[in-house]
T-cell receptor, first 113, second 111 residues
Framework: NAGVTQTPKFQVLKTGQSMTLQCAQD?????MSWYRQDPGMGLRLIHY???????DQGEVPNGYNVSRSTTEDFPLRLLSAAPSQTSVYFC????????????FGPGTRLLVL | GEDVEQSLFLSVREGDSSVINCTYT??????LYWYKQEPGAGLQLLTY?????DMKQDQRLTVLLNKKDKHLSLRIADTQTGDSAIYFC???????????FGTGTRLKVLA
């Protein structure tokens, strides 16, 4: 198993540009989520999905869109990037169940100029 | 809403014990987790505890849960330089996939 993979590892954008951060998992997990990590603020949930075709907003959803057309993939879209979206983005996946937890990808570092 | 708080920094000497504390507000939390993040990497699960437990031990790690005070702690025995990292506390309720993370505690181990 490759686990949770994210691409790209690093990206520089100009204000107003759009891009998609990719996330894929090969563990057949029903749950996937996106977090952003900023200094001194821990991880904040952006969007999450409990299965293909089902998504919901987290704590900081504004400026981001998601879709879940397959169990494996959960892309995060920035429609019009802003400097406030400079952050490290983590994708995670997991299963419901006793003792289950999330597995995290390696992260995408995004810089918006 | 739900909130999870941690102190930002902790410094200990190699060989000493480290205790990282966390408080949470959601009384319906069922699962509580400790994650470790090394520089430039994602989060790695260290251990977890169910809300009906008071303590869990896993090799050098001991988790204590005071449900009345909503206080969780992680004790690392015989702390090594390789334990230097950011440690995150997280909680989630039963039947929900939403995890709430603390701000993380940066542990620095001095040789």
């Amino acid at each position: 198993n490759a686990g949770v993979t994210q691409t790209p590892k690093f990206q520089v954008l100009k204000t107003g540009q759009s891009m998609t951060l990719q996330c894929a998992q090969d563990m057949n997990h029903e749950y996937m989520s996106w977090y952003r990590q900023d200094p001194g603020m821990g991880l904040r949930l952006i969007h999450y999905s409990v299965g293909a075709g089902i998504t919901d907003q987290g704590e900081v959803p504004n400026g981001y869109n998601v879709s879940r057309s397959t169990t494996e993939d959960f892309p995060l879209r920035l429609l019009s990037a802003a400097p406030s979206q400079t952050s490290v983005y983590f994708c995670a996946s997991g299963r419901e169940g006793l003792g289950e937890t999330q597995y995290f990808g390696p992260g995408t570092r995004l810089l918006v100029l | 809403g739900e909130d999870v708080e941690q102190s930002l920094f902790l410094s200990v000497r190699e060989g000493d014990s480290s205790v990282i504390n966390c408080t949470y507000t959601d009384s319906s939390s069922t699962y509580l987790y400790w994650y470790k993040q090394e520089p430039g990497a994602g989060l790695q699960l260290l251990t977890y505890i169910f809300s009906n437990m008071d303590m869990k031990q896993d090799q050098r790690l001991t988790v204590l849960l005071n449900k009345k005070d909503k206080h969780l702690s992680l004790r690392i025995a015989d702390t090594q330089t390789g334990d230097s990292a950011i440690y995150f506390c997280a909680e989630r309720g039963s039947g929900t996939y939403k995890y709430i993370f603390g701000t993380g505690t940066r542990l620095k181990v001095l040789a």
